[in-house]
Nanobody, 129 residues
């Protein structure tokens, strides 16, 4: 069964913007934290950012601070990743993830892949020079 459905990926020029969306099914809607990983070919996957369902606190990796923003809709069933001033190094497959156990990301100011129970299918983001 599909639990996380992502959309919004695509190709843009450097400096452009994209907004990724992730729709959570009823089964995954009761998450503690939701966020995004990304992985480029030949590179290690890295946590991009997250938002806590408890208090709305967010965390971002240093390389995207000031450019990316994570938010949710009012019913908390959709999470967005607004990406502005995109750079070629942002090119990667982006994965929506949920943490069903705790607010680990905002508590420890990092994202560990093993903390996340559900992963989306991934959506490609390509930024050209």
């Amino acid at each position: 069964q599909v639990q996380l459905v992502e959309s919004g990926g695509g190709s843009v020029h450097s400096g452009g913007s994209l907004r990724l969306s992730c729709a959570a099914s009823e089964f995954t809607r009761d998450y503690y934290a939701i966020g995004w990983f990304r992985q480029a070919p030949g590179k290690q996957r890295e946590g991009v950012g997250c938002i806590s369902n408890k208090d709305g606190r967010t965390w971002y990796t240093d390389s995207v601070k000031g450019r990316f923003t994570i938010s949710t809709n009012n019913t908390k069933d959709t999470v967005y990743l607004q990406m502005n001033n995109l750079k070629p190094e942002d090119t990667a497959v982006y994965y929506c993830v949920t943490d069903s156990r705790y607010y680990f990301c905002t508590e420890y100011d990092r994202m560990e892949a093993v903390w996340y129970d559900h992963w989306g299918q991934g959506t490609q983001v390509t930024v050209s020079s």
